[in-house]
DNA sequence: GAGTGGTCTAGACCACCAT
DNA sequence: TGGTGGTCTAGACCACTCA
């Protein structure tokens, strides 16, 4: 059994800490997620307790990990505790935030629906093929849907997934994520695109923002 | 000449107030930037100053303006102040994260470079003039572009962007929205769709996060 | 050197969840 | 009821900017 300060690999601040604690505290924690030294579903210590271990304040505990919160890596719930997310899987990750449409229409008090303009199955152009490294003869489930919010209009969304990775669009309700969910093991391996989703939304009612992050990939 | 509170509309603590005050501060702020009460390059008033000014202290303050910063309304320098960033304007805004290809590269000592594989103007097809309330013989500039890393490809994108915001696709050199904000004014005000872009990116090298806001039109 | 944001602390109270 | 995260405070020191 070893203690958390050794699983996330903590050292005390040398003199090479040019970063701030609740920085470094971050990409420890962000580390040993990645690495799996902390697995999904794993709980915490307590705030105050992780206070404690690391001879810090909580409100530098807090600071540390609200970022892993806001990233997707942890989770936190008021009254239970902090939890390990998931592990380096970045595309269903990424993905999860594309599901919040539903939720971020409840949350405003509109009622989400959704039109489904198709769902087919048929063979990946040249450039698909080509962009998501399949073979030329490899299907593809093309799912376009209408999203709205009190019946009007906010978005249409078009997705191109692999057979492989779904094997028929019908089994797409809600989330096309969710059921993407299923197959995760067997994409993130290989890191290789799957998907593609192609959106129109409405300029006078959204905001959109699209963040890039280069992947960091840590070896030890 | 009206004060900070006035202007951003601040009242303290009614008997509703079910949401935390850094929150309310939050909603505050961007409310009068949303409005123009605030206007782009005004400087707020230092953190201690706007502490005592609403009663809370500092640390409120931060954790209230820190989420504006993060969604590019506020710009704070340390040493120098807090300014306000930006108006409503979402567009701008929206776009304005997806020029950081460049800077993301720099930033991990990567050297960005951009081969053009399309630039030229053509008719809107019949489905972008609907989405995008254009008549249908609109032109419209296309943009195809692969961005490299020290070489390697990383991520094609494509713009389509009405000749209306952008005469001639030879005028983007390395950022388009810089070359977009010229026309800032013409096309926020009535909030119309200008541009669609799509992206590829290298599913092993990248996590891409895509996040939607709805817009709250705040009437007051 | 005065003022700014960036970090950090030790303590407090609350709402919530579990048992 | 005891532990959890969520919020908030008053004060401190630092690095930085600017005149």
New interface residues.
């Given amino acids: 059994m070893s203690t958390l300060r050794e699983r996330i690999g903590w050292q005390d601040a040398g003199p090479n800490s040019a970063m701030p604690i609740y920085l470094r505290l971050r990409e420890a924690f962000k580390s040993a997620i990645q690495r799996g030294d902390l697995q999904p579903c794993d709980a915490l210590p307590g705030e105050r307790d992780l206070a404690v271990s690391f001879n810090v304040s909580r409100?530098t505990i807090r600071k540390a990990l609200s970022g892993l919160v806001e990233s997707g890596l942890l989770n936190q719930r008021q009254g239970s505790g902090t939890y390990v997310c998931a592990g380096p899987n970045?595309?269903e990750?990424?993905l999860s935030?594309?599901t919040?449409?539903s939720d971020?229409?409840r949350l405003?008090g509109?009622e989400p629906s959704v039109v489904w303009l198709k769902r087919e199955i048929s063979h990946a152009t040249p450039r698909q093929a080509m962009?998501l490294s399949l073979s030329p003869n490899e299907t593809m489930c093309r799912l376009k849907r209408l999203r709205l919010?009190n019946g009007t209009p906010m978005a249409?969304e078009t997705a191109v997934v692999s057979t492989r990775h779904l094997s028929d669009p019908y089994l797409v309700e809600n989330s096309l994520y969710a059921v993407l969910e299923i197959d995760r093991l067997s994409f993130l391996d290989?890191?290789?695109?799957?998907e593609?989703t192609?959106s129109?939304?409405?300029?006078?009612?959204?905001?959109?923002?699209?963040?890039?992050?280069?992947?960091?990939t840590t070896n030890d």
């Fill in positions: 409100v970045r595309v990750q990424a935030r594309l919040s449409f971020d229409m405003r509109l962009r919010a249409i290989n890191g290789a695109p799957i593609f192609h129109w939304y409405r300029g006078d009612a959204y905001d959109f923002v699209a963040e890039l992050t280069l992947r960091t």
